[in-house]
């Protein structure tokens, strides 16, 4: 008997005969790919101590060419040096904007972390969950920054750099 089909990609009709091969379509699996990088564009710089939403770190989330990546937490560490301990930063947030569209204003993603998590020889690595808020279709990228409040009590005045260096965490 025949059988009659439908072809996917030309959406055109054919009829095919007992006992006849109709090739079907070639498909090719492929990994998805997720590079991070720091935004140069952030350079190092002094803030004054008790600002909110300071910019801690800005880095580029960009995908390969094949298929997008949803990204569920992203893990950073902060390095503290002098004064600045884990009580000199609150409120940590992450802000994601496209570079690609002009006049980005950005969201945030994820919920905002209260306090940072408690120091390990000077670092502190936090995560913040961002399950379906964090979608970088195929061939795109994202900035992402890490924003907190810096306490007024984050410099002591010893002359010694009192510094905060965030890095995402691999």
Known sequence: ?????????????????????????????????????????????????????????????????????????????????????ATSLTNLKMWATDPDKAGDMGKQIGQTTTSIAALAGGVSTNTITVSGEMNVPANKTMRVKVLGNLSTGASDGDGTADTVIANIAA
């Open 1 to 85: 008997s025949n059988v009659y089909f439908r072809r996917v990609l030309t959406n055109t009709y054919a009829t095919a005969s007992a006992g006849t091969f109709i090739s079907g379509n070639t498909m090719q699996a492929s990994a998805a790919a997720l590079s991070v990088s720091r935004d140069a564009s952030l350079a190092s710089k002094s803030i004054v101590e008790g600002q909110s939403d300071v910019t801690l770190g800005s880095f580029y989330f960009q995908t390969g060419s094949t298929e997008g990546v949803n990204v569920s937490s992203v893990a950073f560490r902060l390095t503290l040096t002098d004064a600045v301990d």
